[in-house]
């Protein structure tokens, strides 16, 4: 948006740049015309001037995936006088929650409180929601505590954003105390809470032998559930949010919950379950649960094939994990995410039919006119780093694939290249060492070495 292409870049820096030119120009003995004009400097390249402008600032930071500016844009609104009001705090912990930083979210709690603004129980959602992003389910059970003391009646959200905070450490324990507690309270489980139950046990260290058991156990379960007491408006400020269920809740699929046709979103059970056969490589749960699913006549999407893939990869069963791509991608449009699980999946203790599975995909990805984008890229050329024999081909064609496009993959992924490339029987003059080197050296530059770098 225009509003920030003037000033975002100079965030906090731009009040003490006008005061300062202020100063200069009243020492300087400028008169009236010389105040005026850095007046008007200011309002040229100030970015918001009333809390109205502020949210909208905030709102396109959130959207544009930036959470690391939103401190910076607050500071600025608090300098300039402006006063936030609820729904600015609501967008930045909001905000704070789809980048999962916990420390912030607890920055502009305080801050509300500061202002006399007590948190309501969306805003403690989206702030326990944010702890099971960090894994820091002591901090979830300290809000739950907090909301007790100060009255904040919980709802059936509140009892699934803690039991899927709980998960995401393996609390099983308290995650069996959280059902207990929604069972006393009238609340029945839904998905999302056989979700969270999956999601324990797949985190649970060390890891039980029942596992598997338990997830089949689970999704058996899940057939019968119960609607979980919640009315319309319950949710009503997580669509007006543009928060999805998956992104509240914390599910796998809560990145490609936008995105029309990845996933359907009745199969939610299927692809946490999935997902955690993929995490553990347990490929005997995997078949039993597509034995299920087949049972049941659903149809894929494509994060369930993803995950498939993914986890007969992990296995070793390339075969499977190609028939599984084959027989989805003959028939129904295949996302650039499915072409890369099964590229840098096949790379897995690079073998030479893995390898060749990989450039393979590769290549019917450039054919399909598909692009890698830059943590794609990253991705890939970092596993493909790691080849120790052979011609590097494959990591030779991702880098090729994204200087075609001007991407940059991240530092760590060029290192690695890089490192392979020196470890290769290659003159210090070959066009692609050199431009490597440069790469690398323009990175590092910008951030710095790293330190167990060799």
Not at 106 to 131: A, K
Not at 154 to 162: A, D, F, N, R, S
Request: a neutral charge; glycine letters at 6%; charged letters at 25%.
């Amino acid at each position: 948006m225009g509003l920030l292409k003037n000033s975002l870049l100079l965030q906090g820096q731009l009040r003490q740049a006008t005061a300062q030119a202020a100063a200069a120009a009243a020492s300087a003995g400028v008169g009236r015309r010389g105040v005026a004009t850095s007046t008007e400097e200011y309002m040229r390249r100030n970015y918001a001037n009333n809390v109205s402008e502020y949210n909208t600032v905030i709102g396109s930071l959130i959207q544009q995936r930036r959470p690391y500016l939103l401190r910076d844009a607050y500071d600025d609104m608090l300098l300039d006088g402006v006063q936030p009001v609820r729904d600015t705090f609501h967008n930045l912990i909001v905000g704070t929650m789809k980048g999962s930083r916990l420390q912030d979210a607890f920055y502009f709690r305080d801050q509300m409180r500061e202002m006399g603004l007590q948190p309501d129980v969306n805003l403690y959602n989206f702030l326990i929601s944010t702890c099971g992003k960090c894994k820091n389910s002591d901090a979830a059970i300290l809000l739950l505590e907090e909301m007790k003391a100060h009255g904040v009646k919980l709802k059936g959200e509140t009892y699934i954003c803690l039991l899927n905070a709980l998960a995401a450490t393996g609390r099983t324990d308290q995650v069996y105390a959280i059902v207990r507690d929604m069972t006393a309270a009238g609340l029945g489980l839904n998905k999302f809470c056989y979700a969270g139950l999956i999601t324990a046990f797949k985190n649970k260290t060390p890891a039980s032998e029942d596992t598997p058991a338990k997830i089949l156990e689970f999704v058996q379960q899940s057939k019968g559930w119960q609607y979980v007491e919640r009315v319309a408006n319950d949710s009503a400020e997580n669509i007006m949010m543009n928060v999805s269920d998956e992104e509240l809740y914390n599910l796998p699929t809560a990145e490609f919950a936008h995105r029309r046709g990845f996933i359907f979103k009745q199969l939610t059970i299927y692809h946490v379950a999935i997902h955690a056969c993929a995490d553990l490589g347990s490929k005997e749960t995997l078949e039993a649960l597509l034995d299920m699913f087949t049972k049941e006549n659903f149809n894929y999407d494509a994060f369930i094939v993803m995950q498939a893939v993914r986890c007969y990869l992990r296995c070793g069963d390339i075969d499977s994990a190609v028939k599984m791509f084959e027989e989805f991608s003959s028939s129904k449009p295949t996302p650039a995410e499915l072409y890369v699980t099964l590229a840098e999946g096949a790379m897995i203790g690079y073998t030479p039919r893995g390898m060749e599975v990989a450039q393979a995909t590769l290549e019917r990805m450039t054919e399909r006119k598909f692009f890698l984008n830059p943590k794609m890229g990253t991705d890939l050329l970092l596993a493909a780093s790691g080849e120790k024999t052979g011609g590097y081909t494959t990591a030779n064609y991702i880098w090729d694939m994204l200087q075609t496009r001007n991407i940059i993959p991240a530092l760590p992924a060029v290192e690695a290249y890089y490192k392979g490339l020196k470890e290769r029987e290659i003159p210090s003059d070959d066009p692609r060492l050199v431009n490597v080197a440069r790469v690398l050296d323009n990175l590092q530059l910008r951030l710095g070495p790293r330190r167990n770098f060799q």
